[in-house]
């Protein structure tokens, strides 16, 4: 698109994903939306993504296809003749979900239906022992991750997956309710605050000596619980240690909020307890933005708990070339 290029669209109800896409493509950018951040970048590459699909809030990119073969060489059975060789294939690809609904990982894909072009069924031997199983990309709240599903190729005349249908269960971040509060965060040092599911040991928020604005708040955070419930509830005590410096405010006395630079040291120091040194500023980082409005100073700190839904997703690609 040259500098003079103008473009006109109107779209009536139409998913976020799709609206975005069909601007891009008409100006020959491509769409990046892998820094799991909530913006959504385009570059004027020569390049495209030619496997996409779409399914309300979701976007899915197939991203990269493998396959290998393999024949069984000992060990082989005496009544089954010549050993055929086996072909497996890995189709990869991403979940996109839309800036104003973060994602906290997804489940096992399921495929429902895979054919190449010749008709024969792509899906691999049902295995009963393969319990469906959760990913959370590090417990991190983001809007992009990357899963991936295994194929059973029968054919070596077919060229292309012609159709792939699956469901994923997305796991959502539905809200965010306040834990822990601290008041007059600046004037607090070395305390302790106790929350319905986590506890706090707040050392101190001081601005930093090199960045007028920017403020650095020490503390360790714990899981109440931990290790108590034979349930298993436990078992994800590691991904909340890891996400939880995502789910710290830092507020003025008007409510306007600091941005959160991240931690600046992490000290995971057993099961659900970890030491932070987290920054917060006037800026985003990412994208440069300054906040909104000017910042006063430090008012309130607050830890959240997330609150989190599952939702099935499906999805389907077309006309995947097979390697």
């Known amino acids: 698109m040259g500098p003079e290029g103008k473009y006109s669209f109107e779209f009536n109800n139409a998913p976020f994903w799709q609206a975005v896409d069909t601007v891009a493509n008409a100006c020959g950018f491509t769409v990046y939306a892998e820094y799991d951040d909530e913006t959504i970048r385009v570059y004027n590459q020569d390049s495209t993504n030619p496997h996409v699909a779409y399914a309300g809030p979701f976007r899915f990119l197939a991203t990269n296809i493998q396959s290998s073969r393999s024949v069984q060489l000992s060990n082989v059975n005496k009544r089954g003749g010549t050993q055929r060789a086996n072909e497996y294939t890995n189709l990869s690809f991403q979940i996109q979900s839309e800036p104003k609904n973060p994602m906290l990982g997804v489940m096992q894909p399921e495929l429902l239906e895979a054919k190449d072009d010749l008709g024969g069924s792509l899906l691999p031997p049902q295995d009963r022992n393969n319990v469906r199983s959760n990913y959370f990309n590090g417990g991190y709240r983001g809007h992009n991750t990357y899963m991936s599903v295994n194929l059973n190729r029968s054919d070596r005349a077919?060229?292309?997956?012609?159709?792939?249908?699956?469901?994923?269960?997305?796991?959502l971040l539905a809200g965010a309710v306040p834990e822990v509060s601290v008041a007059d965060p600046l004037k607090v040092k070395e305390k302790a605050f106790v929350g319905g599911t986590s506890e706090l040991e707040f050392d101190a928020l001081d601005e930093d000596a090199n960045q007028k604005g920017v403020y650095v708040a020490s503390l360790t955070a714990k899981r109440r619980g931990t290790g108590e419930d034979p349930s298993g509830r436990n078992n994800d005590d590691y991904v909340w240690s890891n996400s939880v410096w995502q789910r710290m405010e830092l507020f003025d006395e008007k409510g306007?909020?600091?941005?959160?630079?991240?931690?600046t040291t992490n000290n995971n120091n057993g099961q659900g307890t970890v030491q932070l040194v987290v920054q917060f500023g006037p800026e985003d980082r990412r994208t440069g933005r300054?906040?909104?409005?000017?910042l006063g100073p430090p008012a309130k700190f607050v830890l959240n708990e997330w609150l989190t839904i599952t939702h099935e997703v499906n999805f389907e690609f077309k006309d995947i070339p097979l390697p």
């Open 290 to 294: 300054p906040a909104a409005v000017k």
């Open 158 to 171: 077919a060229t292309t997956i012609k159709t792939l249908k699956g469901r994923v269960g997305v796991v």
């Open 256 to 263: 306007n909020k600091y941005f959160c630079y991240g931690p």
